[in-house]
């Protein structure tokens, strides 16, 4: 059964800094590309962030270049997220999700997570 599960959410001053960690069991983590997305109240799970198995190529929404960085352990199975300079438009539910390749479509991922809250007071 595979799961992934997200921890490190919070809440946090604007300008301030969380670390996301996902952790997998349950599938051959090295063979999975993994994706972070969040999801605001009223509005649609969005891309944040996906970086390929071997974490050589990461590809970023607009929205959050040069503030978030995706990186990952496979000896962990662990995908991470380090959010920097967050606003209070970061408010949402982050998920995190596994593909076979890495994606920006939220429909091609096949596993997810459960998510974890960030909340950003101004």
């Known amino acids: 059964q595979v799961q992934l599960v997200e921890s490190g959410g919070g809440l946090v001053q604007a300008g301030g800094s969380l670390r996301l960690s996902c952790a997998s069991s349950?599938?051959?983590?090295?063979?999975?590309?993994m994706g972070w997305f969040r999801q605001a109240p009223g509005k649609e799970r969005e891309f944040v962030a996906t970086?390929?198995?071997?974490?050589?190529?990461?590809y970023y929404a607009d929205s959050v270049k040069g503030r978030f960085t995706i990186s990952r352990d496979n000896a962990k199975n662990t995908v991470y997220l380090q959010m920097n300079s967050l606003k209070p438009e970061d408010t949402a539910v982050y998920y995190c999700?596994?593909?076979?390749?890495?994606?920006?479509?939220?429909?091609?991922?096949?596993?997810w997570g459960q998510g974890t809250q960030v909340t950003v007071s101004s």
């Open positions: 999700a596994a593909n076979t390749i890495a994606s920006t479509t939220r429909d091609f991922y096949r596993y």
């Open positions: 970086i390929n198995w071997s974490g050589g190529s990461t």
């Open positions: 349950g599938l051959t983590f090295s063979n999975y590309a």
